[in-house]
């Protein structure tokens, strides 16, 4: 399984990123996928889950109604839409999928104030 993350980077606070997650090597349309995040000094931390078929999202609490998750099976990839970024989203976000339990390599995101 190799789940590989991409679009993350540098912006300002207020901006919007979109992350990536590619998977191969899994039925991703059969696995539950989502995002996670950790922080210098800090636990990983659910972003955003969603479910298989696209049937529930669940987020954290910080998310507010700022990040959207989405999936598409055709080309078994994930979605991280994320608005009015703020600096506290500072992290190295994580792709994740079960089954079986697979992480992807984090692409870092940071936001300036």
């Known amino acids: 399984v190799q789940l590989v993350e991409s679009g993350g980077g540098l912006v300002q606070a207020g901006g919007s990123l979109r992350l990536s997650c590619a998977a191969s090597?899994?039925?991703?349309?059969?696995?539950?996928v989502a995002w996670y995040r950790q922080a210098p000094g800090k636990q990983r931390e659910l972003v955003a889950i969603?479910?298989?078929?696209?049937?529930?999202?669940t987020y954290g609490d910080f998310v507010k109604g700022r990040f959207t998750i989405a999936r598409d099976d055709t080309n078994n990839t994930m979605y991280l839409q994320m608005t009015n970024l703020k600096p506290e989203d500072t992290a190295v976000y994580y792709c994740?999928?079960?089954?079986?339990?697979?992480w992807g390599q984090g692409t870092q995101v940071t936001v300036s104030s």
């Open positions: 969603i479910s298989i078929g696209s049937i529930s999202t």
């Open positions: 090597g899994i039925t991703f349309s059969d696995a539950a």
């Open positions: 994740y999928a079960v089954p079986p339990v697979s």
